[in-house]
């Protein structure tokens, strides 16, 4: 596609079920970004895929946080057991190889709203 | 650790005013900086970035930003606003070696008043 996609745009649930939030990045780009952004702060990382792999994790908050990225291109942002402070704008990036000095790709984001 | 320091959330500027938003960072060794924007309902954007090259950088839109070591700043400039302009800016930063991701800024809304 022309830039990132992020499904859904916006979600909400209730305290407690299972979400699941998922990017498609550029075409090629072989390094993915989860960010979080909650309201009136910038975002804050949670992890970094290089390829299939998760080469940094250590932005996710707990273990009610997992990631997958299993072909290299979409990938999938889990939470489980959902509370009311995960609600936060989702933010997914992408960029083509990784590098410090690169451009991040983002895409709008996910709205996730828990009750 | 790396760190970035935004100035002010809110900031408001006439049309045709200088726009300055100011971003102040920590690191022990200069890192690579950016600036993003992020326009109402619409993904995050790379205005510019500042990679060791040059420490005047021009981004897109007219914005330039300077590397300043001895201050330890990249302040982000527009010599007149555009009404177009109005959006929440971040500053990044991000090692050139050691880590993975960037770190961003709170960020700071400015409002460009007719």
């Known amino acids: 596609g022309a830039g990132v996609s992020q499904t859904p745009s916006n979600k909400v649930t209730e305290k407690g079920k299972y979400v699941e939030l998922r990017c498609d990045p550029i075409?090629?780009?072989?390094?993915l970004y989860w960010y979080r952004q909650s309201l009136g702060q910038g975002p804050e990382f949670l992890i970094y895929f290089q390829g299939t792999g998760a080469a940094d994790d250590s932005g996710l908050p707990n273990d009610r946080f997992f990631a997958v990225r299993p072909e290299g291109s979409v990938s999938t942002l889990k939470i489980q057991r959902t509370e009311r402070g995960d609600s936060a704008v989702y933010l997914c990036?992408?960029?083509?190889?990784?590098?410090?000095?690169?451009?991040?790709?983002f895409g709008s984001g996910t709205q996730l709203s828990v009750l | 650790a790396q760190s970035v320091t935004q100035l002010g959330s809110h900031v408001s500027v006439s049309e045709g005013a200088l726009v300055l938003l100011r971003c102040n960072y920590s690191?022990?060794?200069?890192?690579?900086l950016f600036w993003y924007v992020q326009y109402p309902n619409q993904g995050l954007q790379l205005l510019l970035k500042?990679?060791?090259?040059?420490?005047l950088v021009k981004g897109i839109n007219g914005f330039e930003a300077e590397f300043k070591k001895s201050e330890t700043s990249f302040h982000l400039t527009k010599p007149s606003a555009h009404m177009s302009d109005a959006a929440e800016y971040f500053c990044?930063?991000?090692?050139?070696?050691?880590?993975?991701?960037?770190?961003f800024g709170t960020g700071t809304r400015l409002t460009v008043i007719p």
């Open positions: 500042y990679t060791s090259a040059a420490t």
């Open positions: 690191s022990s060794v200069p890192p690579y």
């Open positions: 990036a992408s960029s083509s190889s990784g590098s410090a000095n690169e451009k991040l790709f």
């Open positions: 075409s090629g780009h072989t390094a």
């Open positions: 990044a930063v991000r090692p050139q070696a050691g880590a993975n991701n960037l770190f």
